[in-house]
């Protein structure tokens, strides 16, 4: 195992105690804690730099637009853009897929079908159905019982009327890592356009958009030790320069008259207006976290906090655990029902217990979820700042509210 204990120093919530007890954070699925460096990067800003980017010659203002173009070639090399023209800051992970769906009419030509899978979160979900009312229609990779998806379903389902294929690289609900790169050279073949949505795979798998081969992939700074409110939009600078500007406004031209606009060159052509600049100076502090760590390590530490996760919780009386048959392909998740209990009720039991932090619900993919339990299903999710301990003590509390239950 490699043990990444010493990092909890880097992380103030754990030494916060409630009620005496401290706090087990398995959320961070829903959005990861975030290191003191990440925080410290974003105050530097307004101490030292507190100015707007790319308007002013003030000194001021030229270190601050330094330093959001130092970041945007940061997070650039991160996931291996081509250029740092081709990153696009957003506000998050929807936003971005909102912003391509929005010009998939103008992009699509005459093909009408989009292709999802069943397992989308509905930030890739939702963008793709509102598109219903301009003849596309939609259709979805299953999922098979163990969780994965059926490619054979898929290579019969993709032809010439394929627009957009977009899909998940690592399930939000069940942690399990998508052929992305395999889905991706299918499409092409076809001569699909094709988005991933990063956002879950982000925090612990190296991306390489060059080898991935993908034309659109997002994802969000909340869910890699990053701030919220700033996300990434990926694409080949052809496609990119094809969309619709998503808000027009301060940034994005370069002349303007009463007759004519000149827009800007990418990426200030899809970024009008102030940006978040203390966020995305953030974005880039976690960026160089994890880089530190490095996934390897990450890898190796979550897959120590998983093997007593596949180990004990299927064995908890009244647990019905929704897991990845191969631990080795799930990024740190658990879903699960505790018998006799509503998700919400068990969430909460937990919380005031033990001050256990978990989602509950049907995680925005309820298509999804509602296929496995109508009711909603309860999740933890595991990161480089938990420990075995933790997920003892987890297990431990789970166990005896089982028990309790009778």
């Known amino acids: 195992m490699t043990d990444l204990k010493h990092l909890r120093k880097d992380f103030p919530i754990f030494s916060r105690l409630i009620g005496g007890r401290p706090v087990i954070y398995l959320d961070t699925a829903a959005t990861s804690l975030k290191p003191v460096r990440v925080g410290e990067a974003m105050l530097s800003f307004h101490r030292q730099f507190p100015a707007n980017i790319n308007r002013g010659v003030c ?52 093909r009408k079908t989009i292709i999802l899978t069943e397992m989308e979160h509905h930030s890739n979900l939702l963008p793709w159905m509102n598109l219903a009312g301009a003849g596309f229609k939609i259709k979805k990779i299953p999922v098979t019982p163990e969780y994965s998806l059926d490619m054979e379903k898929y290579r019969s389902m993709i032809d010439r009327d394929v627009a957009m294929v977009s899909v998940t690289h690592v399930s939000n609900v069940l942690g399990m890592i998508n052929p992305v790169k395999e889905i991706i050279g299918i499409a092409h073949d076809k001569g699909a356009i094709v988005m991933v949505d990063a956002a879950q795979s982000a925090p612990h798998i190296p991306l390489d958009v060059v080898d991935m081969g993908c034309d659109f992939l997002a994802f969000s700074a909340h869910k890699m030790l990053g701030p919220t409110g700033v996300g990434v939009l990926y694409g080949k600078k052809e496609l990119l320069e094809a969309l619709s500007p998503p808000a027009f406004g301060g940034g994005m031209v370069t002349a303007v008259s009463d007759e004519e606009v000149v827009y800007n060159k990418l990426p200030q052509r899809l970024e009008a207006g102030t940006p978040a600049v203390e966020s995305v100076l953030g974005f880039s502090a976690a960026a160089d976290y994890l880089r530190e760590i490095g996934f390897e390590a990450i890898r190796d530490h979550q897959q120590a906090l998983l093997s007593v996760i596949y180990e004990k919780l299927p064995g908890i009386p009244g647990v019905k655990a929704y897991l990845p048959p191969d631990p080795g392909m799930n990024t740190g998740m658990a879903l699960f029902s505790l018998s006799g209990l509503e998700p919400h009720e068990l969430s909460l039991i937990l919380d005031r217990q033990a001050n256990i932090c978990m989602r509950s619900g049907m995680h925005c993919a309820q298509p999804l979820v509602s296929s496995l339990c109508p009711g909603g299903l309860c999740r933890v999710s595991m990161y480089l700042y938990n420990t075995v301990e933790e997920i003892e003590i987890f297990l431990d509390v789970l166990k005896k509210v089982s028990h309790d239950l009778g």
């Open 59 to 110: 000194r001021l203002s030229e270190e601050a637009s330094r330093a959001f173009g130092s970041a945007r070639e940061n997070i650039a090399s991160f996931i291996n853009s081509p250029s740092a023209s081709q990153v696009i800051f957003t506000q998050n992970t929807t936003q971005s897929i909102n912003i391509v769906a929005s010009s998939l009419p103008r992009l699509a030509g005459d």
